[in-house]
């Protein structure tokens, strides 16, 4: 299937302007919204651990998802997080029942960590089906925008996610580890310019 | 243990689909509903018997208000909700950004300032049946664009004289309409990205002074416009907007030289529409100018 650029889209989502091109004056800035990924793998066989997951595509997992709209790095005007979420993609035990932190920091420069999403006493199957909202915080916020700034400045910036586990219901044994399968996205918005 | 996670099946043009998306494209789709109904008579009158034909060459024309530019929208999701004014379809191109939950920042997409829109179209009307004539009109273009495709605007009708039972309000004429408006752009993978159902039903008046034939009509419409496009690795786009119950209020007249009429209208609408057309009649002799 071709890719339709992301300005054609718009204006044949709108009806028939391009019957009448004339019309159109100006370029219009485009906003694209998209996610980066990654799966937290973890088999567990004590209540409280930390751990920690590397994103190092974060660069090509942009630029796929830019690609996608018909635009490349070059085009981008500026890129903010708007959001996270989690996804359980399998548990168990199927009641695990988890308080935790996690943080963000950057492993390419000297930036954080920094406190990114909270879970108090989140049953990790309730996180199942459609990807679920975090509760965030600010300065994890701020440290997501400054590496998406310095993706638009030709870097290259890796990412670290550390698990800060306090407790987990029922706690894992070496009999009853846990294991579990989330996936962490951070959503996006790229604001492009126009045009083809 | 992390393992790169593929990027979630969703749609890239989110801003533009979402809980917005029909405050965003309203403009445009309001324009596009009243060019329809534009330019569809140039009299009330319908003859009770007797062939007639008219081919009619109609241009109509929205020029957008100031206030159609922007519209309150609500930020989606990740960002707590807040309502923010931002531009429509036709609006300003610049994003317009506003600030959520922990500090992060929602973008609205720009409009393409787009001050004016027009449509033309060829249409055909024959009679007489009882009182009856039926009106058809088509429009075909191709975009040259493949992912685009062809635009295509068709549609027809009837209109009944109402006038020829109540001989006692002469020289008022008065018609009532029913009309459908199919409009598609189809792409040569054989997709309809943009499929839409317009139906109208319309009461005409007018009276014949001499050449000239001042007329009016109100209209109600019942429009559905669709739009559903696929983007490989993302959940298909598919949005269904609709606006039922909308009026339009048309104000006109015609005056006819000849077997060539020309007419000018005005249709109030949410978006206001002018219309011009000319029509080439046959039998060659006036039907409202010689009433």
């Known amino acids: 299937m071709k890719q339709l ?26 906003v694209v919204t998209d996610v980066i990924s ?12 930390s751990t920690f997951t590397v994103v190092d595509d974060f660069k090509i997992q942009l630029e796929k998802a830019l690609e996608k709209a018909g635009k490349k790095s070059a085009d981008v005007k500026s890129i903010h997080m708007i959001g996270a979420t989690f996804q359980t993609l399998s548990i168990s035990p199927k009641d695990a029942r988890a308080t935790a932190d996690i943080t963000i920091a950057r492993q390419d420069v000297s930036d954080g960590p920094a406190d ?14 459609r990807p679920t909202d975090a509760v965030m915080n600010a300065d994890g916020v701020a440290l997501v925008d400054r590496a998406l700034a310095d993706l638009l400045e030709g870097g290259d910036p890796t990412l670290v996610l550390t698990v800060n586990n306090e407790t987990i219901t029922p706690t894992p044994t070496p009999e009853a580890p846990l294991d579990f399968t989330v996936r962490v996205s951070v959503k996006f918005q790229a604001v492009v310019a126009g045009g083809n | 243990m992390a393992t790169a996670a593929p990027s979630l099946a969703q749609n890239p043009l989110q801003a533009y689909t979402g809980r917005n998306a029909s405050g965003y494209m309203a403009p445009l789709v309001d324009a596009f509903r009243s060019n329809l109904n534009a330019g569809l008579f140039n009299t009330a009158r319908v003859e009770p018997s007797g062939f007639h034909v008219s081919l009619e060459l109609v241009g109509m024309a929205t020029f957008f208000d100031e206030a159609s530019r ?9 960002v707590e909700d807040k309502w923010v004014r931002v531009p429509t379809i036709i609006g300003p191109p610049e994003a317009v950004f506003t600030e959520g ?40 273009y191709n975009t040259g664009n493949d992912d685009i495709g062809s635009l295509g605007v068709w549609g027809g009708g009837l209109r009944h004289s109402v006038s020829q039972y109540f001989p006692g309000i002469a020289p008022f004429d008065i018609a009532v309409a029913g009309m459908w408006q199919h409009a598609r752009l189809h792409t040569k993978q054989d997709l ?38 696929e983007l490989e690795g993302y959940d298909p786009v598919d949005l269904r907007l609709s606006a039922d119950h909308d009026f339009q209020l048309t104000l006109g007249a015609s005056y006819r030289v000849g077997f060539v009429a020309a007419y000018g209208e005005y249709n109030f609408a949410d978006q206001n529409t002018l219309a011009a057309g000319l029509s080439v009649n046959y039998p060659f002799s006036s039907r409202s100018v010689t009433q």
């Open chain 2, 101 to 140: 939950y922990a500090s992060t920042v929602y973008a609205f997409p720009g409009g393409f300032d787009v001050n004016d829109w027009y449509l033309s179209a060829p249409q055909l009307r024959i009679g007489n049946w009882k009182g009856t004539e039926a009106m058809a009109r088509a429009i075909f």
């Open chain 1, 5 to 30: 650029c992301a300005k054609l889209l718009v204006i044949a989502a709108l009806g028939m302007l391009l019957a009448t091109a004339g019309c159109i004056t100006s370029q219009s800035d485009l």
């Open chain 2, 70 to 78: 922007s519209f309150m929208a609500k930020t989606d999701q990740g």
């Open chain 1, 38 to 49: 990654a799966n937290i793998v973890e088999h567990e066989t004590t209540g409280s651990f």
């Open chain 2, 192 to 229: 309809d990205i943009v499929n839409s159902n317009l139906y109208t039903l319309a009461l005409h008046t007018g009276m014949a002074m001499g050449p000239l034939y001042p007329y009016a009509g109100v209209a109600v419409g019942w429009y559905r416009f669709g739009v559903h496009y």
């Open chain 1, 116 to 129: 990114f999403v909270s879970f108090n006493d989140t049953l990790l199957k309730s996180l199942q089906g």
